[in-house]
């Protein structure tokens, strides 16, 4: 073969290798459509905000929701994080927290992540002192109103920060809070003309409810979760038992009951359970449900 022929194939060789490759470029995926899509990942602090929050964000493209505490652990009080709850909050984007002085370790968090997002769910709500030198009562949940407005700050606050999905937000925050107003309804019609009004509880988780639904929280039983009344104040408890004649006592599924069981004892008193909505199933429904056995238990004891 001369020469010149040779030349010829070679350049008709890479003429075709040009051509082929040119068109496979033509087929890969521009860079937009093949880029990865970035996952908003929201941390709640505890139960109450986890249940809140995966209403609002129900399918929302591309938003995952985490809890940081375990579904046991009951109110935030004293709660040191641990090196699991720090690695969530680490790949969160987004924190939602109760807010009221409830999240003691907030500060540790911003420490260590200065850009992360918080969500305060208590925004605007009027507090409750608490007793003696505490602070600000923080369970502003328990109260179905409460629990109305915290669902509407968080929607609005989650609108503002992804704003592409405000309209599924603010959406979603809509429907929930449908169906609180509608048990909100329900909870006032059956306990808004209970005989009694007289409760003694068994820590400081009810006052915003009770305050809801017209009710005189005259006694409780440990003002600190998980540490018992001494036996001075198991003596006044008593004493506050007998003298307004309470009928009922109400203990927190939580923590043991040992010191309601024994007020019981002495006074005739019945110990029923209230429960604050700290723990439960991780489900959207769960705060509805446990509000409306809540309702059931205090129409049997308050009548």
Not at 170 to 187: G, H, I
Not at 193 to 210: C, Q, V
Request: aromatic fraction near 6%; charge should be negative; proline fraction near 6%.
């Amino acid at each position: 073969m001369s020469k010149p022929t040779t030349y010829l194939m070679m350049a008709a060789l890479l003429l075709v290798n040009i051509i082929f490759l040119s068109s496979c470029q033509g087929q890969t995926p521009s860079t937009k459509n093949s880029a990865t899509v970035k996952t908003l990942s929201i941390a709640t602090s505890f139960y109450p905000m986890y249940i809140a929050t995966i209403n609002i964000a129900k399918d929302v493209p591309d938003v995952k929701v985490f809890n940081i505490t375990q579904p046991t652990t009951g109110c935030l009080h004293d709660y040191q994080l641990r090196p699991g709850d720090l690695k969530i909050i680490s790949e969160a984007k987004v924190l939602v927290i109760n807010g009221a002085g409830m999240e003691s370790f907030i500060d540790k968090v911003l420490q260590q992540q200065p850009n992360l997002k918080i969500v305060e769910a208590s925004k605007g709500i009027p507090l409750i002192k608490g007793n003696g030198g505490e602070g600000d009562n923080p369970h502003v949940w328990v109260s179905i109103s409460n629990a109305i407005q915290q669902v509407k700050n968080i929607g609005q606050q989650l609108a503002e920060i992804d704003p592409d999905h405000a309209a599924q937000y603010s959406l979603n925050t809509t429907v929930y809070v449908d169906k609180l107003e509608a048990l909100r309804v329900k909870m006032h019609q059956s306990l808004d003309g209970a005989k009694k009004k007289d409760i003694i509880t068994f820590h400081e988780a009810f006052p915003y409810f009770a305050l809801e639904f017209n009710l005189n929280i005259i006694a409780v039983i440990e003002r600190e979760p998980g540490t018992g009344p001494s036996a001075a104040e198991l003596t006044d408890t008593i004493e506050s038992v007998k003298k307004f004649n309470v009928k009922a006592l109400f203990a927190e599924p939580q923590y043991p009951g040992k010191a309601a069981d024994t007020i019981a004892r002495e006074t005739g008193a019945k110990v029923f359970t209230l429960d604050p909505v700290v723990t439960g199933l991780m489900e959207p429904d769960a705060y509805l449900k446990t509000m409306e056995s809540n309702m059931k238990v205090l129409v049997e004891a308050l009548n």
